[in-house]
Every structure is written in structure tokens, then in C-alpha cells.
């Protein structure tokens, strides 16, 4: 007899000769959450690195101005979000390795709480860069706020590669928050 199938509380699941419930969807599961952290700290870290070397030195009447992300409260904004979000992964993702090891984890609100802070902050960080990147392309004409992308094409497509990485990560978070919330509705 290889296998039973055992119904408690109205699920079954199945039962080996040793009489330990196997688990494939909860290993999926850990296995997802796994990769999709590993992820969210590469994408994050990628967007810190290349927005931290963006800078671009142009001459306005023989000035030499060198345009940074720090100059942008935004852009600064964005770094620094990147940072606490890739920081809180590496420990949820140490927190996840540790608690998988035991039964079925207690902790299934704190991590849904946990990706739900993340990835709010991470939309936010993502819609202010956004909003000064598209008002530095295309300006804003009412505001006499003028286009600053034609004459910084540099800096400005490396912020546009660091926002877009930045999103990636986002949208790994979201994912996590969507199966952590999957996972509270099935206890």
C-alpha cells in the first residue's frame, strides 16, 4: 500500500507509507515566494546601481553643470526606497528559509503585511520618479516648466532603465502580496 487519502476538516490530502502528509503546493509555494524575493532584491539593487551612476555633464555658457540623481527629491526618494525594500526582502526572505523549515508557518499575516508595506512603498517611490521623469521629457508648458531631456539624453535614459527595473520589482512584490493573501484565505 503505497499512498492513503486522508479527509480532515473537509480536505483531503494524501498520506505515504511513513504517514507524513505530503505537501507539493506547499513546497510551490515556498519555492515561488523563494525566487520571486531573490528577484525583487536583484531588480531593486540593479535600480540603485544605475540610477546612483547616473550623471551627466553639460555646459550652459561655458558652465559646467553635472546633473545627479540627487539633485531630484524623486529620484533620491527612489533610491532610498529601493534600499529599505531590497534590505526588508533579504530579511523576509531569511525569515521565510527559517519558518519553512517547521510546520505550517504562524507568521502567514506578518509576511502578507510585510509584502503589502513593500510593495505600497515601492508604488509610491515608482510614481513620484515617474511623474518628474515624464515632466523632465516632455515638461510641463502652463508651468513654464521646459523639457531638460534633450539636452541630458544620458542621464535621463539611465533613469528611465532605473525606474523601469524598479517596476520589475514592484511587480514581484505584488505577486508575493497576491500569494500571501491566497495563502490567508486557504488556512
Sequence with gaps: MESLEVVANGKSSAVGESGEASTPPRRAFFIAQVVLRFLTIA?????????VTAKQTIEIFTLPITVRYSNLSALKFLVDANAVICGFSLLSLIFISISHKGKKSDHSFLVYLHDLVLMVLSMSACAAAIAIGYVGQ???????WYSVCENVKMFCNNVLASIVLSIFGFLCLFILTVMAALNLKSL
Excluded at 516632455?138 to 513654464?144: F, V
Aim: proline share 0%; net charge neutral; no cysteine.
Design 138 to 144: 516632455y515638461g510641463q508648458e502652463k508651468a513654464s
Design 43 to 51: 531588480f531593486m539593487a540593479a535600480a540603485i546601481a544605475v540610477m
